[in-house]
């Protein structure tokens, strides 16, 4: 067995254990390559879907998956769509029957930790779609959200950034302009990318949020 898998497994199982306190469901696949099939599973035909925005499911092949004709996408990347019309799937997936996304980071505690500039995809995961599959990469575990809060601020939000080509403070220097500070900490320009923090910790609904760890580093 390779160690770091080893450890991988280990530090999944603690948390998919705090998840489950807190009314998640939570499963673990070793491998990028079996994240499809789960999620398959987890899916009914007719179901209407919405994504937030994730290159965790592009590299899982998550998103080649939900445009199989026989679920109903609510297709945001369409080519052609005006701002309104994106807008106005943004909207509709507020009431998906499931919404498909990643995490900025999940704790040990077994919280989920997201940060957006539209917010719409943390509106989502706290109420709307009936289910919500989060696809998560082991990069994802921290300890605590104090880390978690780190973790948007040196890595994940620098990272977003280039690669949506935003104007914000953290696509000048790499890492956010409110590192030193408290979680909200931030620059004050107009492409910035951190407005709505969301923490899922118990939930009301059980195992309406399922999160699906993978033992392998995946999105930002
Ligand atoms: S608040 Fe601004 S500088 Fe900080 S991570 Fe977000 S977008 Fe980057």
Redesign the pocket.
């Given at each position: 067995m390779n160690p770091q898998k080893t450890v991988y497994e280990k530090q999944a199982s603690l948390a998919m254990e705090a998840l489950r306190r807190n009314r998640m469901a939570a499963y673990y696949v070793p491998t990028a390559a079996e994240v499809v099939p789960l999620v398959r599973s987890l899916l009914k035909a007719g179901d209407s879907i919405g994504v937030g925005g994730s290159v965790t499911l592009d590299q899982t092949g998550v998103s080649e998956l939900i445009r199989d004709p026989q679920y109903r996408f609510i297709d945001r990347y369409e080519a052609g769509l005006s701002k309104e019309e994106v807008n106005d799937r943004l909207r509709q997936s507020l009431l998906a029957d499931v919404y498909l996304t990643s995490a900025n980071a999940i704790t040990l505690n077994g919280e989920l930790y997201n940060?957006d500039?539209r917010s719409n995809r943390v509106a989502a995961i706290a109420f709307g779609p009936r289910s919500v599959i989060v696809v998560a990469g082991i990069n994802k575990l921290v300890t605590d959200l104090d880390e978690a809060a780190k973790r948007?601020?040196l890595t994940a939000?620098?990272a977003n950034?280039e690669r949506l080509h935003?104007d914000?403070?953290?696509?000048k220097t790499g890492?956010?302009?409110?590192?030193k500070g408290n979680m909200t900490?931030?620059?004050a320009?107009e492409?910035?990318?951190?407005c709505s923090y969301l923490i899922s910790a118990m939930q009301r609904e059980k195992d309406r949020i399922k999160v699906i760890l993978v033992g392998e580093p995946l999105g930002y």
């Open positions: 940060v500039g948007v601020k939000a620098p950034v935003c914000t403070g953290c696509a890492v956010c302009a409110g590192y900490a931030g620059c320009l492409g910035r990318i951190c």
